[in-house]
């Protein structure tokens, strides 16, 4: 199985910051990689797909980056809706596996 | 747009057979076009891929439960299906159905669509 290590597993940081998440795959997946935001009690949601690509309705503070093996999820300017657990995925090869998750707090 | 609601018994006793349904509102389970998953999340955990089912009734299993899962498509009543048997205490979870798109180039099967999700517990 393609391992997914996410970091940081929790931050907590002010309102207005840029918040940034890393990913990193065990071994390529092209840019087979997403990520989605979980709020206590609810299902995923989707934000960003195929490494980049912003999912409709998805405010654009939401940004994707990276391709082979290292991802980053980054949050421009932080807004108090955006707590919440994001985790990533590959979609390279089966079994589909999801990174441990990020817990993200305000301070 | 594509709705899903997971049903089933919230408690299930160890070594039964944990039976779940994915109702399809919006769509059709006799599509084409997408391909029906389930996923689970262990109490305080992170979110495991179990498979995924398309409409013609090929199935992809996760290799760690591919024993004890069984996954179908009733297009007749356009749902879809989860049974894991000889279930134990580590199977308590929250259990989501979702779907992603037949076609790589939409969405390189990400899931952008998830039930709400439902808890079963394995308990005696």
């Known amino acids: 199985d393609i391992q997914m290590t996410q970091s940081p597993s929790s931050l907590s940081t002010f309102v207005g910051d840029r918040v940034t998440v890393t990913c990193r795959a065990s071994?390529?997946?092209?840019?087979?990689l997403h990520w989605y935001q979980q709020k206590p009690g609810k299902a995923p949601k989707l934000l960003i797909y195929?490494?980049?690509s912003l999912q409709s309705g998805v405010p654009s503070r939401f940004i994707g980056s990276g391709s082979g093996t290292d991802f980053t999820l980054t949050i421009s300017s932080l807004h108090p809706e955006d707590v919440a657990t994001y985790f990533c995925?590959?979609?390279?090869?089966?079994?589909?596996?999801f990174g441990q998750g990020t817990k993200l707090q305000i301070k | 747009q594509v709705q899903l609601q997971e049903s089933g018994p919230g408690l299930v006793k160890p070594s039964e057979t944990l039976s779940l349904t994915c109702t399809v509102t919006?769509?059709?389970?006799?599509?084409?076009?997408?391909?029906w998953v389930w996923i689970r999340q262990p109490p305080g955990k992170g979110l495991e891929w179990i498979g995924n089912?398309?409409?013609?009734?090929?199935?992809y299993y996760n290799p760690s439960l591919k024993s004890r899962v069984t996954m179908s498509v009733d297009t007749s009543k356009n749902l879809f299906s989860l049974r894991l048997n000889s279930v134990t205490a580590a199977d308590t979870a929250v259990y989501y159905c979702?779907?992603?798109?037949?076609?790589?180039?939409?969405?390189?099967?990400?899931?952008?669509?998830w039930g709400q999700g439902t808890t079963v517990t394995v308990s005696s």
């Open positions: 979702a779907i992603h798109s037949s076609s790589w180039s939409l969405r390189h099967y990400a899931m952008d669509v």
């Open positions: 919006g769509g059709s389970t006799n599509s084409s076009n997408y391909y």
């Open positions: 089912i398309y409409y013609s009734g090929s199935t």
């Open positions: 071994q390529t997946i092209d840019g087979n």
């Open positions: 195929a490494a980049s």
């Open positions: 995925q590959q979609s390279y090869r089966i079994p589909y596996t």
